[in-house]
């Protein structure tokens, strides 16, 4: 039997709405069930992307949405999380100081997490997570 690796690309668009997380959990767990992630590895990766998913909701606007992008490689799933709103890191600490768990919590359930962002492009959150050796698809 021959194994042939391709990327596969999913794609998931979100109404700007809290609402909506769930359906990008739900999207993100199935997509790392299929590609063969462990039980535990899938709710980290579902919890990982729930908080890069709320915090675009939370700060983009209302007209862009978000978007899900989930690209499955042999080895590797990568999720990007786009939404309309800019990154900005906060130095001092606020009244929602008891809130800002999401960043440390993707740092520390993901594999690589890069973010990008700029005026008028929004934001790109990017969340690597790799398979165990013995469950990646040899090329």
């Known amino acids: 039997m021959t194994t042939t690796c391709t990327t596969q690309r999913a794609c998931l668009s979100l109404r700007h709405h809290l609402s909506e997380v ?15 992630f462990d039980e535990e590895r899938v709710f980290d990766i ?19 949405g978000v978007t899900i992008r989930a690209m499955g490689h042999s080895n590797r799933l990568e999720v990007q999380v786009r939404g ?5 890191m906060r130095r001092k600490p606020g009244a929602r ?13 993901s594999d690589t997490l890069t973010i990008s962002s700029g005026v008028d492009r929004g934001t790109s959150v ?7 050796p013995e469950r990646a698809v040899d090329c």
Not at 22 to 36: F, I
Not at 46 to 64: F, K, R, V
Not at 126 to 132: A, D, V
Request: glycine share 8%; charged share 20%.
């Open 46 to 64: 579902a919890l990982a992307c729930s908080e890069a998913t709320a915090n675009a909701i939370e700060h983009g606007s209302d007209e862009g």
């Open 126 to 132: 990017s969340l690597t997570f790799f398979l165990k």
């Open 22 to 36: 769930a359906r990008a959990r739900s999207y993100v767990r199935n997509v790392a069930t299929l590609m063969g």
């Open 84 to 88: 309309t709103g800019d990154f900005h």
């Open 97 to 109: 100081e008891s809130r800002r768990l999401g960043l440390p919590l993707m740092v520390k359930l």
